[in-house]
């Protein structure tokens, strides 16, 4: 049979003192060409067969047999006096016929620079393929019987600076072979650094059966490691079940607050589970039984979700397991509604985005200009669909799951003026008050969601280090592919205001007068308008937020600025030569000029924020790489190019203090390109905010 592996003995000719010929048509054939072959090769043919098992064994008559073969073979070599030398080559042989089969492939391959070039590309199987030698080197180095030495190993100090560097990797960066081989030497004196848990479990051979289950037993003694590193065991790099187990251990240290911002992320984690019902999924499940907050957003992400072509089924899954476990729940012990009751109220939010969907349909196909959509939202409020304004049951706001809406108020009902008209709500709230938010169908809300979650992260990491940037994290939910909900903030664009007061001082001016104060204008509101620019300069550097204009930067009354629509990130800009920093003139000017104390203060808090979050930047790509698999655009388009940007962003190669060099530098060149100068660069990005 042809292709098939060669097994037993195999007699091949050698060629003395003549050159050996590679050729198909080769003129040294290491067979005995058909003409030349006798009894004798008859009979070898059949003992090879007879060896492999193919022909039946009879003793008695093999006996005999074998016997007549030998006096055969005598006589042949008398008689013929052969001069040829063979060698007898042995295979393995196996129990079940293997066959062999490899794809086609032109060895010889035309080159593709001329004709006559004598160099030929030739195609090489065995490209990229594991060299047998060093993966044998490989299991000698890591066998059992090292264990014993490896105990006892403890690093030089030169040893130890290696090691350190290698920690100080980023979770994007991948070992090298040395690497690996290294950290696996140390690994039993790495065990009390809980930094190096991700990086061994990285070294580890897991087709290896015992290899794998000596990491495991390490992994378990190891020192507990930050929920940082267990999101980075939750990424596609890691598909053990134990180790991913393991990592969800570590988040049920986090409280709820906590787990809330990481959420988003876990919930496309689930993406790169072996099976639906993993221990992710059950842990994300039962925290979310004992927080609203919880169960509601992981009850949308998991919806959204469900759209997804290649994982619908495992989102479909978590989801089922969600509503069943809430059903089951009882009346809780501080008075709260059992958990019927609660699914219920968290259904009928879906409920309402639908309704929602269809008022925007009708006001869409109402001809004319935004305030005849406006009248139409109205009356339909008031009349068709009046139900909406006082809901027959209290609903959890999608947004803000624990504030408890009973209607809309049509009056203070409205649509914004823009291509997609989305519309502004106004709704009451269980305790008397009201809150708004801005509802779009036909855009997709997921990258904005990632966005603010960042931003609200970012937030919650500057505190931490005592730094209040004033940032505004606005609550963004996604409810569709398509539909999502936005809360509203109060504030005007700063188009808007340079055309309605001229300059950003004389609008803080009116709401915050002081004669005695910087420009005009309160200490404290100078000072938040400050903060907020230097927290949002940074974060929009690091999330290379792009299509940055005067019509997206929004100031509210009080000074804080933010920043809204993210359509483009990591990179991606429509517009040509984007400055670094997305810093606009009025803003320097409002800060009294680019030579004044105040935008001194606005660097330091700069470089200050850049620092406190590049403490950070591990946790901030263990985020974006959870997100590798999500349908977001500018992650989705190429997720390790998108990662490797956010991560240039960090300057990692840097201390703290040349960190902060290159950061005012950074910040200098983009307000040189601001103001009149004669560089063809400095003019490019000026004209990036006309």
């Known amino acids: 049979m042809k292709k098939q592996l060669k097994t037993g003995k195999h007699k091949l000719r050698l060629w003395a003192g003549k050159e050996a010929d590679g050729s198909v048509n080769t003129t040294t054939p290491g067979k005995v060409p058909k003409e030349e072959r006798g009894e004798l090769e008859r009979l070898e043919k059949l003992v090879n067969k007879y060896e492999r098992g193919q022909i039946q064994r009879v003793d008695w008559l093999d006996r005999l047999a074998f016997k007549s073969m030998e006096k055969i073979k005598e006589h042949e070599s008398t008689k013929n006096g052969n001069s040829h030398l063979y060698i007898i080559v042995d295979f393995c042989s196996f129990e079940h016929r293997v066959v062999f089969q490899e794809s086609g492939a032109n060895f010889l391959i035309p080159s593709p620079i001329a004709s006559t070039n004598e160099l030929v590309t030739v195609w090489d199987p065995e490209v990229g393929k594991i060299n047998p030698s060093e993966h044998k080197q490989l299991k000698l180095a890591r066998s059992l ?52 848990l991700t990086k061994f479990l990285r070294c580890v051979e897991w087709s290896d059966v015992q290899e794998a289950k000596q990491a495991l037993e390490l992994m378990r003694k190891w020192e507990t490691i930050d929920v940082c590193d267990a999101l980075e065991l939750l990424s596609p790099v890691f598909e053990s079940e134990e180790v991913r187990a393991y990592a969800v251990t570590v988040l049920e240290r986090a409280d709820d607050e906590e787990l809330q911002c990481y959420l988003l992320q876990l919930v496309q984690a689930l993406r790169f589970e072996r099976s639906d019902k993993s221990r992710l999924c059950s842990f994300l499940v039962q925290r979310s039984l004992r927080n609203i907050d919880l169960a509601s957003f992981l009850r949308w992400y998991v919806a959204v979700e469900l759209h997804d072509p290649v994982h619908a089924r495992r989102f479909y899954s978590t989801y089922e397991v969600l509503e069943e476990s809430m059903l089951k729940l009882g009346p809780s012990l501080n008075g709260d509604d059992d958990g019927f009751k609660l699914w219920q109220s968290l259904v009928r939010q879906t409920e309402l985005t639908a309704q929602l969907c269809s008022i925007m349909r009708d006001v869409r196909n109402v001809r004319g200009g935004t305030q005849k959509k406006i009248e139409k939202l ?43 008209h989305p519309l502004r709500l106004a709704f009451r709230t269980a305790n008397g008050g009201s809150c708004k938010v801005i509802f779009k169908k036909g855009d997709d809300l997921r990258q904005d969601q990632l966005v603010i979650q960042m931003v609200s992260l970012m937030d919650r990491l500057l505190k931490l280090e005592n730094l209040d940037l004033h940032l505004t994290p606005y609550r963004v939910l996604a409810t569709g592919n398509d539909e999502g909900m936005l809360e509203f903030i109060p504030s005007k664009s700063l188009a808007q205001i340079l055309s309605e007061h001229r300059s950003i001082t004389s609008y803080l001016q009116k ?180």
């Open 145 to 196: 019987t090292r264990g014993i030495i490896d105990r006892d190993l403890k690093p030089s100090s030169t040893e130890r600076k290696s090691i350190q560097r290698i920690l100080k990797y980023p979770p994007t960066r991948t070992l090298t072979g040395e690497e690996k081989q290294f950290l696996w030497k140390f690994r039993f004196s790495l065990m009390s650094e809980k930094r190096a």
């Open 511 to 690: 709401f915050h007068p002081d004669e005695d104060g910087p420009f005009g204008i309160t200490a404290t509101c100078l000072e938040t308008f400050i903060k907020s620019c230097a927290g949002y300069s940074v974060i929009t550097y690091i999330l290379g937020i792009g299509d940055r204009h005067l019509d997206n930067l929004l100031l509210q009354d009080n000074g804080r600025l933010f920043h809204v629509d993210f359509g483009f990130i990591l990179g991606r800009d429509p517009k040509p030569f984007p400055p670094p920093m997305k810093l606009c003139k009025e803003m320097v000017e409002a800060m009294g000029g680019a030579e004044s104390q105040y935008y001194t203060r606005f660097k330091s808090y700069c470089c200050e924020a850049y620092n406190i979050l590049r403490k950070s930047s591990n946790l901030i790509l263990n985020l974006f790489h959870l997100m590798a698999g999500s349908n977001i655009p500018d992650i989705a388009s190429d997720p390790e190019k998108g990662i490797l940007k956010l991560q240039e962003k960090f300057r990692l190669d840097l201390d703290d203090e040349e960190s902060i060099h290159f950061f005012q530098d950074l910040i200098n060149e983009s307000v040189s390109a601001l103001f009149p100068q004669m560089v063809e660069t400095i003019h490019r990005w000026a004209q990036y905010w006309r």
């Open 378 to 420: 109205r009356q339909l409020l008031s009349g068709l669909l009046s139900e909406l304004t006082y809901f027959d049951e209290p609903i959890r706001s999608p947004l803000a799951p624990r504030v408890l809406i009973t209607g809309i108020i049509p009056t203070e009902s409205s649509i914004f003026k823009s291509a997609l």
